[in-house]
């Protein structure tokens, strides 16, 4: 059985890299924001305030909710979310941070619109958080409105331009889109801030994997096979057990093989596709 090889969420960081995520990537330049993000009809109202001038400051969760933001990143998300809950209650419930972090206890759980709802609201009460504008163009990626994730990115991206991850999502928006030359360019971007951020210690190689296989795809819908062949050949070399992608570029790095008339090499690759989509699928001891 082929492997699905169509969106499907970003892979989450390693445990070395947990502490990156949602902001925590890398995110040196804070020039001043004003840009009005238009709100998308599927997470409901009309318009965005602008987003003002930030600082490194205004971008971090607050101790305790840090804590909460870390129980769910860590596989915990429903006790996460029952206190982020009571955390909004007792503030009001117009908290922007604490909104973010109730829409990332949805995230982690790849409840996507929920997640917008609550990301929705955190821009709105705390627009200076960038961080919320990164997960909230991820979801409405995954959701499949493209042009929603596009407009949250670039408010992102306006003020974090070498953020390696949000760099990832807008060249997976663009190569959706078709704006291959655009795509091109943030994937090619983000992998240079993402091999940095590794290098650095940071972040994962999922990440770079990620990249790489996208890039793949963008050389292949150009009939540049061999140059597809040689992106999917490093994600797969640089490709960590557990990756969810793993069945993804086998499948089509065995593909690529076959239509370079390297039959042998592709074939075995579609069986190790077979083997590692069977594996992905199988329950683990820990499920219910």
Not at 36 to 50: D, F, K, N, V
Not at 254 to 276: K, M, N, P, V
């Amino acid at each position: 059985m082929a492997p699905m090889i169509g969106r499907s969420p970003m892979p989450r960081p390693s445990t070395a890299g947990r502490a990156r995520q949602a902001g925590s990537h890398p995110s040196a330049l804070l020039l001043a924001l004003a840009v009005a993000l238009t709100l998308p009809a599927a997470c409901g109202e009309a318009a965005s305030p602008a987003a003002p001038v930030v600082d490194a400051a205004a971008d971090q969760l607050p101790p305790v909710l840090q804590r909460v933001y870390e129980q769910a990143l860590f596989g915990e998300a429903v006790p996460a979310r029952k206190t982020a809950r009571n955390l909004l209650k007792r503030r009001g419930g117009e908290d922007g941070r604490a909104e973010f972090v109730l829409g990332f206890t949805y995230e982690v759980e790849e409840h996507y619109e929920a997640a917008c709802q609550n990301y929705r609201r955190a821009a709105r009460f705390a627009p200076d958080f960038l961080r919320t504008f990164r997960h909230l163009g991820s979801c409405h990626y995954y959701l499949g409105d493209l042009t929603a994730a596009h407009e949250a990115l670039s408010t992102y991206l306006a003020a974090r331009p070498d953020d390696g991850e949000a760099l990832l999502l807008m060249g997976l928006v663009g190569l959706d889109q078709g704006r291959l030359d655009d795509a091109r360019r943030r994937l090619e971007a983000a992998l240079t801030a993402l091999r940095a951020d590794r290098a650095a210690g940071r972040g994962s190689p999922h990440q770079i994997s990620r990249g790489l296989l996208a890039l793949g795809d963008l050389h292949l819908r150009l009939d540049a096979v061999d140059a597809a062949v040689s992106h999917y050949e490093e994600a797969l070399s640089m490709a960590a057990d557990g990756w969810r992608r793993l069945s993804e570029v086998q499948y089509k790095l065995g593909h690529a093989y076959i239509r370079l008339d390297r039959h042998e090499q592709g074939r075995t690759l579609l069986r190790a596709a077979e083997e590692s989509t069977i594996d992905e699928t199988a329950p683990k001891s820990s499920d219910p």
